[in-house]
Structures are given as structure tokens and as C-alpha cells.
């Protein structure tokens, strides 16, 4: 079937630091892979995609790229600051009749000043 | 503009209970589609629209009912609450149904809490 698997929470960590957050899927056909966040109290939004193996999707300082080769859609950022605390949804869809979203099951991401 | 609006924001109900969420999107949307998000568990498709006078369950549909009779409304039933029901329901919408490429636009979310 079609899952996502994302790093377990929450995530620590202080201002400026290195963030990754993994994300792997699994599914049937070439799925478009998707980061989503959801900052407190608001509904979620998109951060950035990629379509197709090998592309880079970036917005924000947040950056990932499809790698079809290890089924994988890690989410890195070079510098977090305090406001990218969050929660973050890796995605992917599929196309059964429609459109469906397939999320992760969310990373808390939490960072100190 | 205003996207994709929920009400209520939240929402307290005893079991049994019926009550209705609505959703509504101004960006002709055809493709709407009702999430329930849960701790642990990411967020789970309930039932989706393809455009009006067309819906299709999702994974999780047992105890929703939803009608498509405008572009712009997607309400979310339920018909009697319970428990299990509890969480936070998000609204989506999307500009092409069939492409897998497209961005989905979200609602702020409504929180329910059954009793």
C-alpha cells in the first residue's frame, strides 16, 4: 500500500542549529512528495515539493529532494530559528480516482533561543 | 480572497448528538476533500469531492456523512457523535482533481471534542 514514515518526535533543538527531519515512503506508481507545516493554532500549509526523482524542492530556508532510489524525502534546514517551531507533515499523493493526500504521522519541532 | 474558512472553530458535543461542519472555498475549486487529525496518526482522509453532485469515501468514513450541491460548500455530518470522534477536522481544497501535482489549500481547522 501507500505509507509515509517520518522521524519520531518532538524534536529539540537551538536557535542556529542543523535541523533534519527524515520522511520515507512507500508506494505504487511515481508519487509527487510534499512537506507540509503546521505553525500553532493554524491550519496546515504548504512548505515546498518535488514532482519527480532527483528534483529539489526549497522555500524558507527548508530544503528536500526526491530520492526515488531510497524511497526518501528528508526535510533540512542549515539554520532554524525560533520561529520554525512547528509541526512538520511529510506527504505524498496519489491518484485513485482523485487526488489523496497520504501524510506521516507529524514531527514536532521545537527551537530554543 | 479568503481561502478556504471552517466553522465552527470549536465545538463540544454529548454522544449522540448530530452536528454539522462547514466548510466553504472562493477559489473554484473543484476538488474539496474532509481530514480528521489525530495525535500519533497524521492527518486521515474522511471523504472527498470531485466536484459538485459527486463524493467518494475516503479511508476513514464510517459515521461521516457529506454533499457536494455547490463548487463552494463541502459540509461534514455527523450524524450521531461519539467519542471516537473526537479530534481536529481540517477542510482542504484543490484546483485540479486528477493532478498529482497540485497544491492542497487548507482550512484553519475545527476542534471537537465528544462527550
Known amino acids: 500500500g501507500n505509507s509515509v514514515t517520518q522521524m519520531e518526535g518532538p524534536v529539540t533543538l537551538s536557535e542556529e542549529a542543523f535541523l533534519t527531519i527524515n520522511c520515507t515512503y512507500t508506494?505504487?506508481?511515481?508519487?509527487?512528495l510534499f512537506w507540509y507545516v503546521q505553525y500553532p493554532g493554524e491550519g496546515l500549509q504548504l512548505l515546498l515539493k518535488?514532482?519527480?526523482?532527483?528534483d529539489k524542492g526549497s522555500n524558507k530556508g527548508f530544503e528536500a529532494t526526491y530520492r526515488k532510489e531510497t524511497t526518501s524525502f528528508h526535510l533540512e534546514k542549515g539554520s532554524v530559528q525560533v520561529s520554525d517551531s512547528a509541526v512538520y507533515f511529510c506527504?505524498?499523493?496519489?491518484?485513485?480516482?482523485?487526488?489523496?493526500?497520504?501524510f506521516g504521522q507529524g514531527t514536532r519541532l521545537t527551537i530554543n533561543p | 480572497n479568503a481561502g478556504v474558512t471552517q466553522t465552527p472553530k470549536f465545538q463540544v458535543l454529548k454522544t449522540g448528538q448530530s452536528m454539522t461542519l462547514q466548510c466553504a472555498q472562493d477559489m473554484n475549486h473543484e476538488y474539496m476533500s474532509w481530514y480528521r487529525q489525530d495525535p500519533g496518526m497524521g492527518l486521515r482522509l474522511i471523504h472527498y469531492?470531485?466536484?459538485?453532485?459527486?463524493?467518494d469515501q475516503g479511508e476513514v468514513p464510517n459515521g461521516y456523512n457529506v454533499s457536494r450541491s455547490t463548487t463552494e460548500d463541502f459540509p461534514l455530518r455527523l450524524l450521531s457523535a461519539a467519542p471516537s470522534q473526537t479530534s481536529v477536522y481540517f477542510c482542504a481544497s484543490s484546483p485540479d482533481l486528477a493532478g498529482a501535482q497540485e497544491t492542497q489549500y487548507f482550512g484553519p481547522g475545527t476542534r471537537l471534542l465528544v462527550l
Open positions: 506527504a505524498l499523493t496519489i491518484i485513485q480516482g482523485a487526488q489523496k493526500l497520504v
Open positions: 508506494a505504487t506508481g511515481y508519487p509527487s
Open positions: 469531492s470531485v466536484g459538485a453532485g459527486i463524493t
Open positions: 518535488a514532482t519527480k526523482a532527483d
